[in-house]
Each structure stands twice: as C-alpha cells, then as structure tokens.
T-cell receptor, first 114, second 117 residues
Framework: DAKTTQPTSMDCAEGRAANLPCNHS???????VYWYRQIHSQGPQYIIH???NNETNEMASLIITEDRKSSTLILPHATLRDTAVYYC???????????????FGKGTKLSVKP | DVKVTQSSRYLVKRTGEKVFLECVQD?????MFWYRQDPGLGLRLIYF???????EKGDIPEGYSVSREKKERFSLILESASTNQTSMYLC????????????????FGPGTRLTVL
C-alpha cells in the first residue's frame, strides 16, 4: 500500500468544519484514497473514497490535490459524535485474487469540543 | 445499508477452550474478512474469504482457523485459546472486485472484545 501520513491529533469546535489532511506522495495512478473512522470501541466505518476528482456524500467531502499527493477530508459541521480516529488509506491488491487488504495506520484522533 | 453483525460484543474464555466467533452480513457480499485490533499494532488481517468454502491466510493466521459454509456467514475459530489472543476481533465484508484499482469498500461489524483468562 502507498504510505500515508496524517497528524496524530486535531481539535475542532462543535459546529465548525473539520479539515483532516493526509499525505500520500507515493500514490500510483490507479490507486484510490479511502477514508474510514473508528469511534471508540466500535468497528471502523467507511466514510468516502476518491481517485482524482473531489467527492461528496452525506457524511463528508474529499478534496484531492491535482498531483494526487495529498488529500483533505472535510466534515462540514462537526458534532460531538464525530469524535473518532480518522484513517486515510491507499489500498492496493495484496493477495491472490483481486481483493486488496486494508492497512490501518495510526490515523488522526479528532476531538470535537463543545 | 450494509449490515455486518457479530455474535457477541464481549466474550470471556479460559485458556485452552475452543472459541467460535460468528459474523453475518446481509448484503450478499462475496468477500469477508477477520481482523484483530490491538493497541499500538492497528488492525491485522487474520483470514479472508472470497467465496463460499474458500479461504486465504492473512498476516497472522497462526492459532486461528475459519469456516465459510454459507455466503453470508464467516466464522473464526480459536482451536485452543491462549492469553495472547485476547483482543478486539473485527469482521468485515465487501462486494466483488468492481474494476476500480483492485479494491472495494469494506464494511465492518461492531467487533467482539475477547478476553482469554
């Protein structure tokens, strides 16, 4: 998998936008960027993914730079329930067959404060 | 919405016991996975399955086995539980390769926190 680097932790005020950066300078042309989050004591939750265009869904927006070496996950109006560890992942096929393996790094611990 | 359920949220077993962890998904996904998560080590893949009765070893298969007799169900078996298998176990599923960079979104269950005494 392409290596990703994220800040260890970030704080955000409730109601404000949370912007979580991720560097993936070794990403190859056909590799996607995925974001997951994990709320304490729960399983990881898929948020969004993208290749080169910006993406938006009901949870978040993903902005990918033109050179694809970095991206930013945006939670437009953070709530206390968004407090979690956010993982930026660039998976690639790893085993026989087509299914890639998810490598979760340390992620960014986002704390949303009242 | 995809739903992945796991048989227990918390489980306490004794050393040497045989332990079954069950995972069920309701989205007709072909692929299913078992991970364990430990502090400082992140998620590590134990086994995965891309079809009924098919299985592939992940990064840390030792001490575990799996069973996939039906498409919706993937079981993780600890033949003889040991204290170093105390961990959070996470099951995930995903649909078949879609042509997008050899990977598709994985959906996770809530996890089973297993303690082996």
């Amino acid at each position: 998998d392409a290596k990703t680097t994220q800040p260890t932790s970030m704080d955000c005020a409730e109601g404000r936008a949370a912007n979580l950066p991720c560097n993936h300078s070794t990403i190859s042309g056909n590799e996607y960027v995925y974001w997951y989050r994990q709320i304490h004591s729960q399983g990881p939750q898929y948020i969004i993914h993208g290749l080169k265009n910006n993406e938006t869904n009901e949870m978040a927006s993903l902005i990918i730079t033109e050179d694809r070496k970095s991206s930013t996950l945006i939670l437009p109006h953070a709530t206390l329930r968004d407090t979690a560890v956010y993982y930026c992942i660039v998976p690639s096929p790893h085993y026989g067959g087509s299914q890639g393996n998810l490598i979760f790094g340390k992620g960014t611990k986002l704390s949303v404060k009242p | 919405d995809v739903k992945v359920t796991q048989s227990s949220r918390y489980l306490v077993k004794r050393t040497g016991e045989k332990v079954f962890l069950e995972c069920v998904q309701d989205m007709d996904h072909e692929n299913m996975f078992w991970y364990r998560q430990d502090p400082g080590l992140g998620l590590r893949l134990i086994y995965f399955s891309y079809d009924v009765k098919m299985k592939e070893k992940g990064d840390i298969p030792e001490g575990y086995s799996v069973s996939r007799e039906k498409k919706e169900r993937f079981s993780l078996i600890l033949e003889s539980a040991s204290t170093n298998q105390t961990s959070m176990y996470l099951c995930a599923s995903s649909s078949e390769y879609s042509g997008r960079a050899g990977y598709d979104t994985q959906y996770f269950g809530p996890g089973t926190r297993l303690t082996v005494l």
